[in-house]
């Protein structure tokens, strides 16, 4: 990394730090309690001298020396600069809270509303943060190096983290004020909030990211146009359309083929590997939003689904490197969204020639085609949107969308082959 780019990612991580004190300054002035891993500061800055960002640091020194005792002589050195991160993130929060001392909300709405807020400006500043990928906070770091030792998730180590912090929390004010202070309704909102926000916030970030790694971008990717992806409703008959579109380019083609290279590349069984490929429900994406699962790109301390999802993207990556293929699905259209030289295509289809293409494949219904044909819909939608931020089916994230319905399977290969042709494209 060069002394620039080194630069630039400092300055997108101290600007993190301090809008996630900001955050926490809103959430504070709303006095109804505030995010887990900030409450024991808060609880014993309400019964002691020292501020919230005194404590806070203090707080970041306990968590790296217990990172040290875990790790020992395996604690990389350059983690002791989290103790750093910590002065100045504890002295952005006492910074912060000076500045929004004019937030004084007086009703229960106002307070509430500040607290969604805070939430919302916390999950901007860790995305923020994590973006340069330079180093963790120590809260982070701990519960990283946790997950590593024990080879559990990094969602579930968080959610255990977070309610050890708050029992923690409670012992503090019990015994400093004989009631329980700084754990409220409002620590549970921020728990629950702060998680879908960083989802949301991290679909926002593609100019920035775009930019932090232009360098890298620039030496890695070709101009040529040498790769095309395709995104299909179920039913549609995306398949095999990529399929055959490989076949007149003379292309490799890539779609259940992954599968097997996914099961290589990340060690998960082929049965979950199939059942859980661009699968997700609605209830398990607002259970990875709460365990904030998404800030943490470290193979380690993945959960199983998003190993699969990590795996498939560093295939995808490796596939359109190499060049002259086709890739049907697996969010390769925003995979690959900053890559030069790729059409990005969605294929959808009327609901009569969608149901009548799956009661011929599966064998059963129309009726019951319908159904399936929705589940399996909204499974790749959720997918979607949780990994991507985006909506699966909107037009603006493709190149070209083509309806099978009206052209048919060899009508939408013509119509793909045609916009190929019309950039520029030309069969060697």
Known sequence: MKAREFVERCAVFVTGLFVMALGIAFTLHADLGI??????????????????????????????????AILR????????????????????????V??????????????????????????AGITLQVLPKLIFCAGEGLMLVISKR??????????????????????????L????????????????????????????????????????QAAEWREEYTVVTIAREFGSGGHEIGEKLAKRLGWKFYDRQLINLTVERSGLSTRYVERHDQ??????????YVTMDNIMPVDESLSPDDRLFVAQSK????????????IVGRCADAILKDRPGCLRVFVRADG??????????????????????????ALRANHYNYYTGGKWNDPSHYDLVVDSSSLGIEGAVDAIMLALSEAGYQKA
């Open 315 to 326: 295939i995808v990556r490796q596939a359109a490197g190499e060049g002259h293929c086709v």
């Open 352 to 377: 009569d020639f969608a149901r009548g293409r799956v009661a011929c494949e599966l064998g059963i219904s129309r009726e019951e085609a319908g159904r399936e044909i929705d589940r399996i819909n």
């Open 177 to 216: 004020f004989g009631e329980i202070r700084g754990v409220r309704e409002g620590t549970v909102v921020s728990a629950l909030l702060v998680g879908f926000f960083v989802g949301k916030a991290q679909s926002r970030v593609g100019g920035l990211s775009r930019w932090l790694g232009r360098r890298r």
């Open 35 to 68: 995010t887990p891993i900030s409450c024991p500061p808060y609880v014993l800055s309400l019964g002691l001298r020292p501020t919230v960002g005194q404590f806070t640091i203090a707080m970041h020194v306990v968590f790296v020396l217990l990172q040290l």
């Open 98 to 123: 000076w500045l929004t001392g004019w937030c004084e909300p007086e009703s229960y709405a106002a307070r509430l509303f500040f607290v969604v807020l805070g939430s919302a400006v916390v999950a």
């Open 150 to 175: 024990l080879g559990k998730p990094f969602g579930k180590v968080k959610v255990v983290f977070d309610c050890t912090l708050l029992a923690i929390s409670l012992v503090f004010s019990l015994v």
């Open 279 to 288: 699968r997700m429900t609605a209830s398990q994406k607002v259970w990875k």
């Open 73 to 96: 002589k395996d604690f990389p050195a350059v983690q002791f600069l989290q103790v750093g991160v910590g002065f100045v993130f504890g002295f952005f929060i006492d910074l912060a």
